[in-house]
T-cell receptor
């Protein structure tokens, strides 16, 4: 079987740092992606990790530990516009498809 | 310049009807996908085509039939619509099957009454 677990909801204050965790159990593993989706909008790609370690892209960073089947998305200097749902997605090496987590709804408060 | 476009954006129809959703991408990508997002925002792959060839066919009712006339277009036809088909359907594309970055269309919100 396969599963991805993320917290359903996270609340943080504008200007703060927030970490959204993702643990996965899949029969194969190729890499972990993160997508952002605003209400009523389409998912948009944020980052991808195939190797252990931290990838930084501006205010957003993503981390992967393959041995722990764990990753996280780190958002710094939170802005109101970061309020959205964040999905982790696993690509298995035996398939071209992405398996998405159930998403974490981030609410940024003033 | 819209990268991935879908029509219609909203679709309200009655049970038992047949409807189609169209998708086009102008990114020159080889691979296209259909996803279904339910009311709990769970996003699930349905189908994928690579250069007009079906490569992913998840366990969906055979009332759903994708068609790719060329690699820039991927349409979804749904027969005998049911209440449970109500969802947002997203089309997406990627440069190739090996490319992890997928570009999503704006979605089609289907409501079956």
């Amino acid at each position: 079987g396969q599963s991805l677990e993320q917290p359903s909801e996270v609340t943080a204050v504008e200007g703060a740092i927030v970490q959204i965790n993702c643990t996965y159990q899949t029969s194969g593993f190729y890499g972990l992606s993160w997508y952002q989706q605003h209400d009523g909008g389409a998912p948009t790609f944020l980052s991808y990790n195939a190797l252990d370690g931290l990838e930084e892209t501006g205010r957003f960073s993503s981390f992967l530990s393959r041995s722990d089947s764990y990753g996280y998305l780190l958002l710094q200097e939170l802005q109101m516009k970061d309020s959205a749902s964040y999905f982790c997605a696993v690509r298995r090496d035996s398939s071209y498809k992405l398996i998405f987590g159930s998403g974490t709804r981030l609410l940024v408060r003033p | 310049d819209t990268a991935v476009s879908q029509t219609p954006k909203y679709l309200v129809t009655q049970m038992g009807n047949d409807k189609s959703i169209k998708c086009e991408q102008n990114l020159g990508h080889d691979t296209m996908y259909w996803y279904k997002q339910d009311s709990k925002k769970f996003l699930k792959i349905m189908f994928s085509y690579n250069n007009k060839e079906l490569i992913i066919n998840e366990t969906v009712p055979n009332r759903f039939s994708p068609k790719s006339p060329d690699k820039a277009h991927l349409n979804l036809h749904i027969n005998s619509l049911e209440l449970g088909d109500s969802a947002v359907y997203f089309c997406a594309s990627s440069q190739s099957t090996d490319n992890y970055e997928q570009y999503f269309g704006p979605g089609t919100r289907l409501t079956v009454t």
